[in-house]
Every structure is written in C-alpha cells, then in structure tokens.
C-alpha cells in the first residue's frame, strides 16, 4: 500500500475511535441518568471540557 492510502486509512480509524468514544460518553451520561437523551448540547460543553473539545 502507498503512504498516501496508509494515511488515509488511519485517519479514518482516527475519526472512528472519537466518534465511538462521543458516543460512549453519551450513552454512560444517559444510561446512569445524568442526562436525557434529547438534552445534550450539539457542542459538548454541557457535559464536561473533554466532551467540549471532542465535539469540536
């Protein structure tokens, strides 16, 4: 495989992984009831500074 492809796939898996960690935070915030499903912050600032910089 080029380098090229090899970047490409990673960043791939890179976006993969942030997006099932948002994800996992979400669902642990709304499974132990801190929060209801529909009242997150398309920013992320509502929940903590991590989930803030994750969304952005």
């Known amino acids: 495989m080029s380098p090229s ?4 796939l990673g960043y791939i898996v890179w976006m ?3 997006l099932a960690l948002l994800a996992s ?3 642990l ?3 132990t009831g801190k ?3 529909n009242s997150f912050d ?3 600032a509502d929940v903590s500074p991590f989930s803030n ?3 952005r």
Do not use: D, E, Q, S
């Open 25 to 27: 935070v979400r669902v």
């Open 35 to 37: 929060k209801a499903p």
């Open 5 to 8: 492809i090899v970047a490409f």
């Open 42 to 44: 398309p920013g992320g």
């Open 53 to 55: 910089r994750l969304c």
């Open 16 to 18: 993969l992984a942030l």
């Open 29 to 31: 915030y709304t499974v």
